[in-house]
């Protein structure tokens, strides 16, 4: 049994990448996840761990750092919100472009533009289809509690190595700001120069190891017949990612009529939901996707035949109902709730918006 | 006198000049007669001598120099446009034992990456930055950089740098000078052979500096860009030497103590 404590989402993923044994965080402060950053500079990790934690000048930069610090195949993280994360995007299409793993959190607000310190769901788009330029993908993890802020840590980081692809844990406002019981995992050792070297010389940037040709971190090739040939690989990844790393929780389905499809703290929500639609005689049940890139389509397109409607609650505009569409292709009424700028649904709402939407509807 | 063969020409003891071992057999991609050639060998050479080959990472980013990897037969990363000191921080900090260099034109360091260009240089990231100005945009075909002079024609200021409407000029060398964080800052050029052993030597302290944890050492080179410029490059070579160097004037700019 590892530590348990009482912390903040932001405070505990914090806690998390000393444990996990990252080597360097670049970031820049901005609502509602600078606890990150303040909590890293205060515990000093690198009297702990060795870690380096710097404060950049921008998102821009703090990106290109991890870019940079990645590129040598040290465990790198970075962590923003929002608007911040928009400025993200051409660093992450360059890092998805040239093979470098590394781990980006973003803590969800309410946009469009400043938009609003508020949680938030609106930036699904985003993270799954590219948000930068080009064909990529991120790996999209979304935790919902505290405990999976620190738990996917951990797994994130494995997931980018395997596939050597920027991988993002998507968290929302509210995660990010709430308090819950946490286990933390025991601390992890950092590698060594030489345990990087030994396994990640094939490609990291460690210094031209005598006997080996030099190692190029880059994602330009203008010969266009080996662009697309790399973009083929790509391809490639992508299918595998897809075909095994879609994670999902499905909650009192196995009789359900109609699922709720939800994911981070919507998908909380609608757990009290489920209880009050049992109550009033509803078969309800939660679909949680856990990994939003790759996203359990055929999981979901599973579940139709036994399905009267589905529900998304999305803290968004409805991003995520068109993946739940083309999962069910339709074959059953699937319509979306959400609340937008900020604020955040009651279990109520989203019973009555179940009623109103999909069984009178 | 018997005839001369070629074969008793080529001999060892003949040799006064040869490929620096640093580079790859990839042919430059430069314009015959433009300065960045002998400004990678340069630094390829310093690496050479220091004998830092396995224990150096440089950092190319987006412009004419954006294929430098192909040529210097070192761990390279190939930075986004103006990122390349972002990248060479990530580097330098979660690798101190590393020396790092970026190596950067113009329109990278001054124009879209000036940002990171001055926070790098304020932090004192104990890296070393190439600074290659040629007033001009060479990659995509000579547009105005930040560092064209006054009345200098390009094809986006095709009459004349008006700095009435297109702003000035922009001092970099001067201006990260000025920073706490820099130890060692110096302009030089290489478009004569005695300012090429210059600006070898500046680079080379550089890279001692570095080596002694100073802070950022920081190089710029100005150079021609015959093509851009649409001379030939012995013109480009008078051009440089009646108009850049009056106003970019060669130098060391700040030199802290080397203990």
Redesign the interface.
């Known amino acids: 049994m590892g530590e348990i404590k009482l912390m903040k989402g932001n405070e505990a993923i914090a806690e998390a990448f000393i444990r996990a044994g990252v080597?360097?965080y670049?970031g820049y402060p901005i609502t509602p996840q600078s606890e990150i950053i303040e909590y890293l500079m205060s515990e000093e990790p690198h009297k702990r761990t060795g870690m380096?934690v710097?404060q950049?000048?921008?998102e821009?930069?703090?990106i290109?750092?991890?870019?940079?610090?990645?590129?040598?195949g040290?465990k790198?993280v970075t962590t923003s919100s929002s608007p911040g994360v928009s400025l993200m995007q051409?660093?992450l299409s360059?890092i998805a472009g040239?093979e470098v793993p590394c781990v980006v959190v973003n803590v969800v607000r309410g946009g469009p533009g400043l938009g609003t310190i508020q949680p938030s769901q609106a930036d699904y788009f985003q993270s799954t289809k590219g948000g930068g330029h080009g064909d990529y993908h991120l790996i999209v993890l979304a935790p919902s509690s505290v405990q999976e802020m620190v738990d996917f840590v951990p797994w994130a980081f494995d997931l980018a190595y395997k596939y050597r692809n920027p991988v993002m844990i998507q968290s929302d406002g509210v995660i990010g700001q709430m308090m819950e019981k946490v286990e933390l995992f025991e601390q992890m050792p950092r590698l060594t120069?030489q345990e990087i070297k030994d396994k990640y010389d094939d490609w990291a940037?460690?210094?031209?190891?005598?006997g080996r040709e030099?190692?190029?971190?880059?994602?330009?090739d203008l010969v266009p017949e080996r662009q697309e040939k790399f973009n083929h690989k790509l391809e490639a990844k992508y299918k595998i990612i897809e075909q095994t790393e879609v994670k999902y929780e499905k909650i009192m389905c196995d009789d359900a009529d109609y699922i709720f499809v939800a994911y981070g703290s919507s998908s909380r929500i609608c757990q009290k939901s489920i209880a009050i639609a049992r109550e009033q005689g509803l078969k309800v049940g939660l679909f949680r996707p856990i990994t939003l890139y790759p996203f359990p389509y055929k999981e979901i397109m599973e579940m139709v035949p036994q399905l009267k409607g589905v529900l998304t609650v999305e803290m968004s505009l409805g991003q995520m109902v068109e993946d739940v569409r083309l999962a069910t292709e339709f074959k059953v009424p699937v319509e979306h709730y959400g609340r937008v700028g900020g604020m955040i649904p009651t279990p109520e709402e989203i019973v009555d918006a179940l009623k109103t939407k999909i069984i009178g509807g | 006198m018997a005839e001369l063969k070629l074969e008793d020409i080529i001999k060892e003891e003949n040799k006064v000049f040869s490929k620096t071992p640093l580079f790859t057999d990839k042919p430059l991609s430069y314009c015959p007669g433009c300065g960045h050639g002998v400004a990678h060998r340069l630094v390829l050479e310093v690496i050479e001598e220091m004998n830092i080959t396995d224990n150096v990472i440089g950092v190319a980013p987006v412009g004419c120099s954006v294929l430098s990897y192909e040529f210097m037969n070192i761990d390279m990363a190939e930075a986004a446009h103006g990122r390349a000191t972002a990248m060479a921080t990530g580097i330098k900090r979660v690798y101190p034992e590393k020396f790092v260099f970026t190596y950067q034109g113009d329109g990278d360091l001054a124009a879209i990456g000036t940002g990171e260009t001055i926070h790098t240089c304020n932090r004192g990231e104990n890296i070393v930055i190439i600074f290659i100005n040629n007033g001009i945009y060479g990659m995509t075909g000579g547009q105005m950089a930040p560092t064209t002079i006054p009345a200098m024609k390009t094809s986006t200021s095709p009459y004349g740098r008006d700095t009435q409407m297109m702003g000035n000029p922009l001092k970099m060398t001067e201006l990260v000078a000025q920073l706490d964080g820099t130890c060692f800052v110096a302009r030089h050029a290489v478009h004569t052979p005695v300012l090429v052993r210059k600006t070898k030597k500046a680079i080379r302290k550089a890279f001692e500096y570095q080596k002694a944890k100073k802070g950022t050492a920081f190089v710029e080179i100005v150079s021609n860009c015959n093509s851009g410029w649409k001379l030939t490059p012995l013109q480009s070579i008078k051009w440089l030497e009646d108009n850049m160097l009056p106003y970019y004037n060669l130098g060391t700019l700040k030199e802290d103590p080397l203990d």
Do not use: Q, W
């Open positions: 080597d360097g670049f380096v710097l950049a000048e921008s821009v930069a703090a290109n750092m991890v870019y940079g610090a990645a590129c040598t040290k790198t051409e660093g360059y040239s120069n940037l460690t210094g031209r190891t005598p030099h190692n190029v971190i880059t994602s330009l």
